[in-house]
């Protein structure tokens, strides 16, 4: 029997690489013992998806593509939490892939990933880059953003979107509201097994990548969301530091001048008034951000099982069947 594999895949206009990327799938896994079946996020795009460059091989492992119109643009990120909350609506995948539709995730890694999920089948799989195509500079901001990651959070992060993972794991991620924010982030932080395997980067089909500099910070913000508690925790024990060792660094200054004849004239003045304004600075900053985190437990937070509907404007649906005849349906948002 064939294994069921559902993909998720974010598109913004992109319709061109997606496009080749089906065809490059059923190429690739055609008469193998797997049944895709693709959930497309067409994430607010301006120019629609055309059935007709569809043209799949008879008896081609895709079995279905499904197109989600958003009603606006969300970004990567959300646009896969509201895939992955269309396929635990439906739950009758054996494994969910997420990857993009540009052509940088090849569809070659897909059965590394499978082979590697079926060999541990509770563990979320990700795609660790061993080799990247990014220029320079990029590599450079990510390698900062994994640093700034380690820091902030002790986690180590190496792998982005790119991996497969059981419909247990899809059901417990879509009832986390972190996921809204960052799908790699939410799984470190659900307590689920994950494992990542190595594969190299590939490059786009057509077009040039969205992935700036901006985008990029955005994308590093999205990630530590995840874990803001801890990394307010830590910002916490370390303004707390400083405001102690500013406060010894007083009390210091005050017992040479009282104390000794070391003190040079006007010295202790300047030195303990600089040190009780970075004290009265980092005590602030302490009580602002308490009191912000202690007022954001009390709002609810997006749950995207619950939510993602209101984003979605319509779906449309292709079945493929022996003689490649497509059905379509347009279903809009309830």
């Known amino acids: 029997?064939?294994?069921?594999?559902?993909?998720?895949?974010?598109?913004?206009?992109?319709?061109?690489?997606?496009?080749?990327?089906?065809?490059?799938?059923?190429?690739t896994f055609t008469g193998s013992d797997l049944d895709f079946h693709i959930c497309a996020i067409d994430d607010g795009s301006t120019t629609p998806f055309d059935s007709a460059t569809l043209d799949l091989?008879?008896?081609?492992?895709?079995?279905?593509?499904?197109?989600?119109?958003?009603?606006?643009?969300?970004?990567?990120?959300?646009?896969?939490?509201?895939?992955?909350?269309?396929?635990?609506e439906t739950g009758d995948a054996d494994r969910v892939l997420v990857m993009d539709s540009d052509g940088q995730d090849r569809p070659a890694d897909i059965a590394t990933l499978l082979s590697m999920s079926r060999r541990q089948p509770r563990h979320v799989v990700f795609a660790a880059r061993a080799e990247r195509a990014e220029p320079r500079?990029?590599?450079?901001w990510y390698g900062l953003y994994r640093l700034l990651f380690h820091g902030l959070t002790g986690q180590a992060?190496?792998?982005?979107?790119?991996?497969?993972?059981?419909?247990?794991?899809?059901?417990?991620?879509v009832h986390m509201p972190e996921l809204w924010n960052h799908l790699a982030a939410s799984v470190m932080r659900s307590r689920l097994p994950y494992t990542s395997v190595p594969t190299a980067r590939g490059r786009r089909t057509s077009?040039?990548?969205?992935?700036?500099?901006?985008?990029?910070?955005?994308?590093?913000?999205?990630?530590?969301?995840?874990?803001?508690d801890q990394i307010f925790i830590r910002v916490l024990l370390a303004a707390g530091l400083v405001a102690g060792l500013a406060g010894l660094?007083?009390?210091?200054?005050?017992?040479?001048?009282?104390?000794?004849h070391l003190a040079i004239p006007g010295w202790?003045?300047?030195?303990?008034?600089?040190?009780?304004?970075?004290?009265?600075?980092?005590?602030v900053v302490m009580v602002a951000s308490s009191l912000t985190m202690l007022a954001r437990r009390s709002l609810r937070p997006i749950l995207p099982i619950a939510d993602c509907r209101c984003f979605v404007a319509g779906r449309e649906e292709f079945r493929f069947g022996s003689r490649q005849a497509i059905v379509a349906a347009v279903r809009p948002a309830a």
């Open 57 to 88: 091989t008879p008896g081609s492992c895709v079995g279905s593509i499904a197109i989600i119109r958003l009603a606006a643009n969300l970004g990567h990120q959300r646009a896969i939490a509201i895939g992955l909350c269309a396929i635990a």
């Open 268 to 283: 202790a003045t300047t030195a303990i008034g600089d040190l009780l304004i970075m004290l009265l600075e980092t005590l």
């Open 157 to 173: 992060i190496n792998f982005g979107n790119f991996c497969a993972m059981p419909m247990a794991a899809v059901r417990r991620l």
């Open 249 to 260: 660094a007083i009390a210091a200054a005050v017992t040479i001048r009282v104390a000794t």
């Open 1 to 27: 029997m064939a294994d069921k594999i559902a993909i998720v895949m974010p598109v913004l206009d992109d319709w061109e690489s997606f496009t080749a990327l089906v065809h490059e799938i059923s190429e």
């Open 207 to 228: 077009g040039r990548s969205r992935m700036n500099l901006v985008a990029l910070i955005a994308h590093g913000f999205s990630a530590m969301s995840v874990y803001t």
């Open 137 to 140: 500079m990029f590599r450079f």
